[in-house]
């Protein structure tokens, strides 16, 4: 059985906080599901706001006046992963938020004719986030 320690302040006891153990292999798939889409939209989400690369895809995309703005909903997506292990709520709105954004991705892949391959990275981290979500409202 797993033992990992992790203190949580979204109201458990009257000064906000309380300590879990992750034992469950769902609390630990949801553990490294949030951790994975924080790091990869954090990263993402710099590439689009500094990469010239990502100018062309997004004149591509057809969204080019939208790429700063997508690049830092990205990020703040991210960061609300990470302080969402701390506060639920917040947990909640990052993760649909990411969930909408990567909807939108796909739509946009397919509208383009982009292959299965070029859409599988929007695919998997709305996977990964539907996984988050879930688990954060199941278990508020």
Known sequence: MSCIPHTVTDGATPDGTYTRILNTPTEIVF?????????????????????PRME?????????????????????????LVVGHFNRPVLVLAAAGLMLTMLMAIATRIRIGDSLVQTLPAIVLLVLNALVLGFAVVNS
Do not use: H
């Open 56 to 80: 062309a895809e997004f004149k591509r995309y057809g969204l080019a006046r939208f790429r700063r703005l997508i690049g830092a909903l990205e990020c703040l997506g991210a960061v609300g």
């Open 31 to 51: 553990e490294i599901a949030r951790a994975l889409s924080a790091i990869a939209f954090l990263s993402y989400g710099i590439v689009c706001l500094v990469g």
